[in-house]
Nanobody
Framework: QVQLVESGGGLVQPGGSRGLSCAAS????????MAWYRQIPGKQRELVAS????????TYADSVKGRFTISRDNAKKTVYLQMNSVKPEDTAVYYC???????????????WGQGTQVTVSS
């Protein structure tokens, strides 16, 4: 089993910064990629940013480009999301997501964290 544990959520003022982290643990042989999604009540979960663990290829939602930065630490099996110049519309529950291989086969599994609330408000 694999667990994803997020941290760093909370209240941040508009224009401010906040960092999120997500650590993966458990039976992990390899991590293909990790990502951050967010969800507002009543809306679909949307991709914020993703990063591959071998090549560090990153993707961002248009709404966060230039403001958010995703990074990873392979040794710590951790992904980070640095959020700068945050806006009220960034308020959401942020979920960590990972695609993981648990053995030497090509099988891959998807895992989600429990989510962490980020509220942007003055």
């Amino acid at each position: 089993q694999v667990q994803l544990v997020e941290s760093g959520g909370g209240l941040v003022q508009p224009g401010g910064s906040r960092g999120l982290s997500c650590a993966a643990s458990g039976t992990i042989f390899t991590i293909d990629s990790m990502a951050w999604y967010r969800q507002i009540p009543g809306k679909q979960r949307e991709l914020v940013a993703s990063i591959t663990f071998i090549s560090s290829t990153v993707t961002y939602a248009d709404s966060v480009k230039g403001r958010f930065t995703i990074s990873r630490d392979n040794a710590k099996k951790t992904v980070y999301l640095q959020m700068n110049s945050v806006k009220p519309e960034d308020t959401a529950v942020y979920y960590c997501y990972a695609i993981v291989g648990t053995d030497r086969t090509t099988s891959r599994y998807q895992y989600w964290g429990q989510g962490t609330q980020v509220t942007v408000s003055s």
